[in-house]
């Protein structure tokens, strides 16, 4: 057999030899697969974590860790994530995990506390949780300063940064039978309540804090009188005697009712803060206030008896003064 002519055979194309190709195996795809999910179920859990927060309470009664709930009128907006000692034991500090979007209401202005049934005042409260279980409440202001450690309250607080009106400081002789939490009458309506009572820096006097409701503190003057109300107003003159009281609340727990009467109705409003003095009663609110004061010092030869310190001085029927002491003196001659 002949063999093809040389031209023939170079004119063939040559075969190229490359270098094997490397390729991952279909096995390793899986880990891989795996890790980047992990990667974004990761990531998507760190970016919906909402902000951590330290509560610190007296003692721990009610709360249970991953149970206990933190609402917020009603709602849940948070779970307590642990619950551990201080270092001295003085102290329960409860971890609060809230849920997304709560970081604008942690300012240092804001209060915890725990709800579980109170009776208080002659109020009954926290009754619910006798089935659901205690748990933390919130009262949130987003006008202080960012913060993640807070004091819970040992008890509710009277006003909630919810509620709308005017805060109001009294100045009384004692507090007698007011509480925290006592109402505040106006025409035997409840508008408000007292939130706080202490003694002065001095010792002298006590000073009661109120809080009254809108719209009911527009009808607050820098001449508006407030008495105490508690328990029963008793007074006998020409029409017999005379029995009165705001409530049976007021009766119970104490109570303070005001008014303002026609003449000092053109008085400015009362601003936020405005001190005013707390009359022992509605009678003594409507005796004209003395302000020229000259003493006298009356001596008698008979007896004495039925005058008291405080009796009043009493010109045609009007009051023009007031018994401020009574001793007995000596005559040498």
């Given at each position: 057999m002949a063999s093809p002519p040389q031209d023939s055979i170079d004119a063939l194309p040559e075969a190229v030899i490359e270098g094997e190709r490397k390729s991952i195996a279909v096995v390793w795809l899986l880990p891989i697969i795996a890790l980047l999910v992990?990667?974004?179920?990761?990531?998507?859990t760190l970016s919906e974590k909402g902000p951590e927060i330290i509560i610190s309470f007296a003692t721990a009664e009610g709360i249970e860790?991953?149970?206990?709930?933190?609402?917020?009128?009603?709602?849940?907006?948070g779970t307590v994530g642990t619950v551990a000692f201080t270092g001295d034991l003085s102290e329960v500090l409860v971890t609060v995990n809230l849920a997304p979007g709560m970081d604008r209401f942690l300012t240092d202005r804001t209060r915890f506390w725990v709800v579980r049934p109170r009776i208080d005042a002659g109020e009954v409260s926290g009754l619910g949780t006798?089935?659901?279980?205690?748990?933390?409440?919130?009262?949130p202001d987003s006008s202080g300063k960012?913060?993640?450690?807070?004091?819970g309250l040992e008890k509710p607080p009277v006003i909630t940064a919810d509620r709308k009106g005017t805060s109001y400081r009294l100045k009384a002789e004692r507090v007698g039978s007011l509480s925290v939490g006592?109402?505040?009458?106006?025409?035997?309506?409840?508008?408000?309540e007292v939130t706080e009572y202490r003694l002065s820096d001095d010792h002298e006097y006590v000073e009661i804090g109120i809080f009254i409701e809108a719209p009911h503190d527009r009808y607050v003057h820098e001449g508006t009188n407030f008495w105490n109300a508690s328990g029963l107003d008793v007074s006998l003159d020409a029409a017999g005697i005379q029995v009165a009281m705001e409530s049976l609340v007021s009766l119970l727990g104490g109570g303070i009712a005001f008014e303002t009467l026609p003449m000092k109705a053109t008085t400015?409003?009362?601003?936020?803060?405005?001190?005013?003095?707390?009359y022992a009663s509605h009678a003594e609110s409507l005796e004209q206030p003395i302000t020229d004061v000259t003493t006298f010092a009356l001596t008698f030869s008979n007896t004495v008896r039925g005058l008291e310190v405080g009796a009043p001085v009493e010109l045609r029927g009007i009051r023009i003064g007031t018994v401020k002491a009574i001793e007995l003196g000596t005559d040498p001659a």
């Open positions: 992990g990667g974004w179920l990761v990531y998507k860790e991953g149970k206990t709930q933190l609402k917020l009128k009603d709602v849940k907006v006798l089935v659901s279980g205690a748990y933390i409440a919130m009262d960012p913060a993640r450690r807070f004091t006592a109402p505040v009458y106006f025409r035997q309506i409840g508008v408000g400015p409003l009362a601003r936020d803060g405005f001190e005013f003095p707390l």
